[in-house]
């Protein structure tokens, strides 16, 4: 396992270290978003933390909620992760408030999204890196 994912998952536990959490893992490859959403859930489940994981095809936010989140929410247990992953329209503007952690990976010269959490290269997913991004001064409508 990669530790850019187990320093990510160390920094999201920081954060967010009991309760039922939901983090999106997106970007302009959805299938790669699959895939870097694995490699995380494997560095949480490492990390002692119970995951579940789902992938949303697109990004219908109706489905999304009633589909993956709603179900998520309603279950009892109160220490499970849920990471999805998909395209970049699962951060759509009225979706932005389900997540607690974004991740957004990319490759090569991609942009990057400017509300993730975390931002992962992940031109070589066997060797995947952190970038860290100053947003302050472009505008709020940036990587949207």
Same mark, same amino acid.
């Given at each position: ?19 039922? !959490?939901?983090? =999106? ?24 933390? !119970? ?5 949303? =095809? ?13 179900? &998520? !929410? ?26 607690? &952690? ?19 290269? =992940? ?22």
């Amino acid at each position: 396992m990669s530790d850019v994912w187990s320093d990510i998952s160390s920094e999201f536990l920081h954060l967010y270290p009991r309760g039922r !959490r939901l983090v =999106v893992v997106a970007g302009a490859d959805a299938e790669r978003s699959r895939r870097a959403a694995d490699d995380f859930a494997s560095a949480l489940t490492s990390a002692g933390q !119970r995951v579940e994981r789902e992938h949303a =095809v697109d990004g219908d936010e109706q489905a999304l909620r009633a589909d993956i989140v709603a179900p &998520f !929410r309603a279950t009892p247990d109160s220490g499970t992760v849920l990471i999805v992953s998909g395209p970049p329209e699962l951060l759509g503007t009225s979706a932005r408030g389900l997540w607690n &952690f974004i991740v957004w990976q990319l490759a090569g010269d991609e942009a990057p999204h400017s509300i993730a959490s975390a931002i992962v290269d =992940v031109s070589d997913p066997a060797h995947p890196t952190r970038r860290f991004a100053d947003y302050c001064a472009l505008p709020s409508a940036f990587g949207a």
